[in-house]
């Protein structure tokens, strides 16, 4: 068993001391439940969506290198608790800059994922190599962050990787997408007036624009692999947009073991049987595969850039 948390909050804008704080408080309160690997969100400690807005040279002040001081207390704070701490962060290295997730282990070892399909600002660079690593509980972990979740070829590889936890940070729910029946924004009012209206809020993240757009795929990327996936996600306003928590842990059978049922910030644990890998039906499927049919996955097609994939308002060619 492997007793995990997913945990959601609301990031302070280019805050990260206050946002550090918030870490300290909610890994604390989810290592005192028993958990020993603690997942929080998408870029976390300094908010996401407004960085879009930000010239190029407040992004390179806003950035730092994974042996600066907000990796540096996460580290600490991952020996001084006993656990494995996953953190957002905007990594600066070699004058590029990367959507980038640490996952802190309680022996000092740190592993950083970049995003492979960064969007969020033309200076952000997409990272180009796969994050799998070993861990003290008997789990390998591997680390996909958000978009890089809604191409089912890198959880596939993730999974051939020998991933069998895959941690899924994101900042999600709310979005506006380009697809007539893609998510659309929440009204920034609805969560405004979550005191007075709850249910209001309370609907709107659990719908089509929250968690019945996750229902849609994000099971399957666990069934289809056969790993446990642990979705941790931003909740709140998020520059101009909402995000809509419902950060959950789902099975290698695509069953969701727990979930938040607050539209607020929370600390989701579950205890994560890894004896139910080998003999999961995406296992089995796996070995299924003809990997001599599959040359076509890796030949050049259609493709566009991450940022022109995700804003291009053209309809794919069929």
């Not at 924004?185 to 659990?206: G, K, N, S």
């Not at 969701?256 to 890894?274: G, H, K, R, S």
Request: proline share 8%.
């Amino acid at each position: 068993m492997l007793r995990a948390a997913v945990v959601q909050f609301e990031a302070v804008p280019d805050h990260p001391e206050a946002n550090l704080s918030t870490v300290r408080r909610l890994a604390g309160q989810a290592v005192a439940d028993g958990a020993q690997l603690v997942v929080f969100p998408e870029m976390c400690l300094l908010g996401y969506w407004h960085l879009r807005r930000h010239p190029e040279a407040r992004l390179r002040e806003l950035a730092e290198t994974r042996s600066g001081p907000s990796i540096t207390a996460v580290r600490a704070l991952a020996r001084e608790l006993g656990a494995g701490l996953g953190v957002g962060w905007l990594e600066s290295d070699g004058g590029r800059l990367f959507n980038a997730y640490a996952v802190c282990l309680p022996d000092g070892a740190v592993h950083v994922h970049r995003k492979l399909h960064a969007f969020e600002h033309e200076a952000i660079s997409s990272g180009d190599a796969f994050t799998v690593f070993d861990t003290p509980w008997q789990a390998k972990v591997g680390v996909l962050i958000c978009w890089d979740n809604n191409l089912v070829e890198n959880v596939r590889i993730t999974a051939l990787l020998g991933a069998t936890v895959l941690l899924a940070p994101h900042q999600t729910g709310g979005t506006d997408s380009r697809s007539p029946h893609g998510m659309k924004p929440i009204p920034l009012e609805v969560w405004e007036r979550r005191a007075t209206d709850p249910e209001a809020v309370r609907a709107a993240f659990d719908g089509p624009n929250g968690r019945g757009w996750l229902l849609r795929w994000l099971p399957s990327r666990a069934h289809d692999n056969g790993l446990f996936v642990l979705f941790s996600n931003g909740v709140g306003r998020d520059d101009d947009e909402v995000r809509t928590g419902n950060s959950m842990v789902i099975d290698p059978y695509g069953r969701i073991i727990a979930e938040t049922p607050v539209p607020a910030e929370a600390v989701v644990v579950a205890d994560l049987d890894l004896d139910l890998v080998p003999r999961a039906t995406g296992r089995r499927w796996i070995r299924g595969r003809r990997p001599e049919l599959y040359t076509l996955l890796t030949e050049p097609g259609n493709e566009l850039p991450p940022r022109a994939a995700r804003f291009s308002p053209d309809p794919v060619p069929r």
